[in-house]
C-alpha cells in the first residue's frame, strides 16, 4: 500500500504502514501490547485455579483418583466427549489450558491472539525444502490452540463440512459404512443450530450444542459472488452435496460473536456432578499393564506429577500434534523413532506419519479503485464500535472471510468432488485433496519440548500444479469479469524472489506459491484410522480403538486417514459425537451380554457390532 499511494486499495492483506485515525489510533498500540496483557490475564486466572487445587487430598502424593473416564484435552473433540460421556459416567478432563479468554468472542481478534503464550502452543515447522522460501528460515508458525475449546478458540470459524466422497472413502479405506456420509450426515445435524444461508432439513440441523450463522459484515462479498456467477459457477450450500461452486461464507459465531466448543458443550454442563475438569494438565504418559490395557495416565499440574486412573476407558484428544505426541511418550509409535531416544516400544505402530495439512498461497496483492477493501485505519472507527455494541455486526464481528469458493484443477478432475479453496477477502488459495504428508515426530524424551513437525509442503509435483490452476482461476474472476473490471482489479508486479521469472507465467506462480506458503491450521491424519491390524497405515480401527491395545481409543483429527475437502472443526466436532457413541455403545453392549467387561480380553473386534445400533440411531 505504501508504495503505490493511498488512492489503491488492496484486498490481500499484507504487512503495511498507513496512517492511523479515529478509534484505530487508540485500539492498534493496544492490539501490539496485547500479548503483555493476555499474559497477565491468564497468569491470575491460572494462579486461581492454583489456589482452588489446594486441599490436602490434592498435595498427598499417595491419593490417586479413579474414574470411568479420562479424556485427554478438551478441544474440538475432546469437549464433546467429556459432554457426551459425562452423562451418565463419571468423567475427568484433563487440558493444558484454562478457559478461554473473553476476548476470543470477537471475530476480529483471532489475527491478534494467535503466536500468543498461553493461547496458542507457540509451534512451528521444521525448515522447508520447497515451501516457505519467504518465511525466516523457511519456517511455517503452526498455531495450536490451548484451553477449553482448543483450536476453535483461534481458528476463522469458517464452518465447513467437507465432500460427501470424503466420508465415502474413509468408510471404503476401514470397510466400516458408519463412516459414509450418509451415516455421519445425522451426527453432523446433531451438532449444529443452523441460521444460515441455505436453510434445509434434509442437510442442516436445530437446537444442537454449535451455533452457525453467515457472516455479519462482509468485505466486498457481492463483487466475488458476482464475478463467480459471471465466470459460470453457482451460488450453492458448500457444506451439503458439495461440487464445484461458491457461495457466502457461514460461521460458528452466534450474534456476531465465536461460538466455540466450550461455550457449545463444556460452559452449559461445568456444573455436573458427574464431570471433573482438571485445566493446566500437562499429559505426560498414558500407563498400560502387561496385557496393554490401558489403566491410567500421568500428568503434571501446578508443580506436582499426579496419577490418575480409568475404570473403563482413556481417549486421547489432544489433537492431531499432541495426541501423537502422547502416544508416543507412552512407547507406542515407529520402533526405530522411539528406540533412537532410548524409549521402551510397547507397540511398533506409525504413530505421527500420515500427517496431512491444507497447503495455502495467499495470493496478490490485488489492487482496486474503490474504497470498501479491508484496513484497520478505516475499519476502526466509532461508528464499527457502535453497530457491534448495538447490532453484533461490522468490522469487529467479521473473520474478514466474506466468501468461499470451489474449483476442481485437472489434477484431480472431479467437479463433483474439488480440490481448490479460493476464501475472500484475504485471497487465499488452498489445496483441499493433497497429495503429500509428512510427520510428527518426538523432538526429546522430555514432555516438555515442542514435537518436530514436518508437513512436507510442495514437495510432490501434483500438488504444485493444483495449486498454480487454483491461482489462475481466482486471477481470472478478478481480472476478466465487469465486476471487477469496473473497479480496476490487477495484480500488481512481481512478488519479490520472482522477478526471473515471467510475470503471470506458470512460472512465476510457482515461484510466488513457494515464496508464501502456509498452513491453514488443519492437521490431520497422524493416529490414521484402518481396516485393522492388518493394515501397516492404522493406528486406530474403526472403532477409534488403538490397535493391540485394550481401554484406549483417539478421537480427534489424528485420526482422519485422508483429509476431507473443507475447514476440519466441524468434522472433527463430528468425530466427537460418533467417537462418544462407539463408546457409549460399547459399553451398553458389555452390560447386556456379559458380566465381565470383554473389552478387557483384548479382542480384535466387539464382540456385539455396534455397527446396527450406530446406524439405528
Excluded at 522477478?499 to 506458470?506: A, G, L, P, R
Excluded at 475437502?565 to 455403545?585: A, K, L, Q, R
Amino acid at each position: 500500500m505504501s508504495s503505490y499511494g493511498n488512492s489503491f486499495n488492496t484486498l490481500t492483506i499484507l504487512p503495511t504502514s498507513f496512517p492511523i485515525r479515529n478509534v484505530a489510533e487508540a485500539i492498534i498500540p493496544l492490539l501490539v501490547s496485547l500479548p503483555m496483557w493476555i499474559n497477565f490475564y491468564t497468569g491470575i486466572a491460572k494462579y486461581n485455579d492454583f489456589l482452588q487445587a489446594r486441599t490436602w487430598r490434592q498435595q498427598d502424593p499417595n491419593f490417586h483418583e479413579e474414574f470411568d473416564f479420562i479424556v485427554v484435552g478438551g478441544g474440538s473433540s475432546g469437549s464433546v466427549v467429556a459432554n457426551r460421556l459425562s452423562e451418565h459416567n463419571t468423567v475427568l478432563l484433563l487440558e493444558l489450558g484454562g478457559n478461554p479468554i473473553p476476548l476470543a468472542r470477537l471475530g476480529l481478534s483471532y489475527y491478534a491472539l494467535q503466536r500468543v503464550p498461553g493461547l496458542d502452543l507457540l509451534y512451528e515447522t521444521v525448515p522447508q525444502k520447497n515451501a516457505a522460501l519467504a518465511m525466516h528460515n523457511q519456517v511455517v508458525f503452526y498455531p495450536r490452540g490451548t484451553g477449553l475449546g482448543g483450536s476453535s478458540n483461534l481458528n476463522a470459524m469458517i464452518y465447513q463440512r467437507g465432500n460427501p466422497k470424503d466420508y465415502d472413502n474413509w468408510a471404503n479405506i476401514t470397510e466400516d459404512p458408519a463412516w459414509s456420509y450418509s451415516n455421519v450426515l445425522p451426527y453432523f445435524k446433531k451438532l449444529e443450530d443452523y441460521h444460515g444461508v441455505f436453510p434445509s432439513d434434509k442437510f442442516h440441523g436445530k437446537g444442537g450444542p454449535i451455533h452457525v450463522e453467515k457472516v455479519k459484515y462482509s468485505l466486498m462479498e457481492k463483487y466475488f459472488l458476482d464475478a463467480a456467477k459471471e465466470k459460470g459457477y453457482q451460488i450453492k450450500d458448500p457444506t451439503a452435496n458439495q461440487t464445484i461452486g461458491f457461495s457466502p461464507n457461514e460461521v460458528t459465531m452466534k450474534d456476531g460473536l465465536r461460538w466455540d466448543t466450550y461455550n457449545g458443550y463444556i460452559k452449559p454442563i461445568e456444573s455436573r456432578k458427574n464431570l471433573k475438569i482438571y485445566r493446566y494438565s500437562r499429559v505426560i504418559k498414558v500407563h498400560l499393564d502387561k496385557n496393554r490395557h490401558a489403566y491410567g495416565v500421568t500428568f503434571f499440574r501446578h508443580g506436582h506429577y499426579r496419577f490418575v486412573k480409568a475404570k473403563k476407558e482413556i481417549i486421547l484428544s489432544a489433537g492431531a500434534i499432541d495426541t501423537p505426541k502422547i502416544l508416543m511418550l507412552s512407547g507406542i509409535g515407529p520402533m526405530d523413532h522411539l528406540n533412537s531416544l532410548d524409549l521402551k516400544c510397547l507397540l511398533d505402530l506409525p504413530v505421527g506419519q500420515n500427517l496431512q495439512d491444507h497447503t495455502m498461497t495467499l495470493f496478490g496483492p490485488i489492487l482496486v479503485d474503490t474504497p470498501e477493501s479491508l484496513l484497520f485505519s478505516r475499519a476502526l472507527n466509532l461508528r464499527s464500535v457502535f453497530d457491534f455494541a448495538t447490532m453484533r455486526s461490522g468490522p469487529v464481528a467479521t473473520t474478514t472471510q466474506g466468501a468461499i469458493g470451489f474449483v476442481s484443477s485437472s489434477v484431480r478432475k472431479d467437479d463433483n468432488w474439488p480440490d481448490i479453496q479460493i476464501t475472500h477477502v484475504s485471497l487465499g488459495i488452498s489445496l483441499q485433496r493433497p497429495k503429500g504428508r509428512g510427520y510428527v515426530k518426538l523432538a526429546s524424551r522430555d514432555p516438555f519440548v515442542p514435537p518436530l513437525i514436518q508437513p512436507n509442503y510442495l514437495s510432490h509435483p501434483d500438488d504444485v500444479r493444483a495449486l498454480v490452476e487454483g491461482m489462475k482461476i481466482a486471477l481470472d474472476i478478478f481480472e476478466n469479469t465487469t465486476v471487477y473490471r469496473r473497479i480496476n482489479a490487477r495484480l500488481i508486479k512481481p512478488f519479490p524472489g520472482c522477478e526471473e521469472t515471467i510475470f503471470k507465467s506458470d512460472a512465476y506462480y510457482e515461484c510466488f506459491l513457494r515464496q508464501i506458503t502456509t498452513t491453514i491450521y488443519h492437521p490431520v491424519g497422524t493416529a490414521a484410522m484402518g481396516k485393522d491390524v492388518n493394515d501397516k497405515r492404522a493406528v486406530v480401527d474403526s472403532k477409534l480403538r488403538v490397535l493391540n491395545t485394550s481401554g484406549l481409543r483417539v478421537i480427534d483429527a489424528s485420526i482422519m486417514p485422508v483429509i476431507p475437502n473443507g475447514n476440519t472443526n466441524i468434522p472433527s466436532i463430528m468425530i466427537g459425537e460418533v467417537g462418544s457413541d462407539f463408546i457409549i455403545n460399547h459399553w451398553k453392549n458389555q452390560f447386556e451380554v456379559s458380566n465381565l467387561p470383554t473389552h478387557l480380553m483384548y479382542p480384535e473386534h466387539d464382540i456385539v457390532s455396534t455397527q446396527n445400533l450406530i446406524l439405528a440411531e
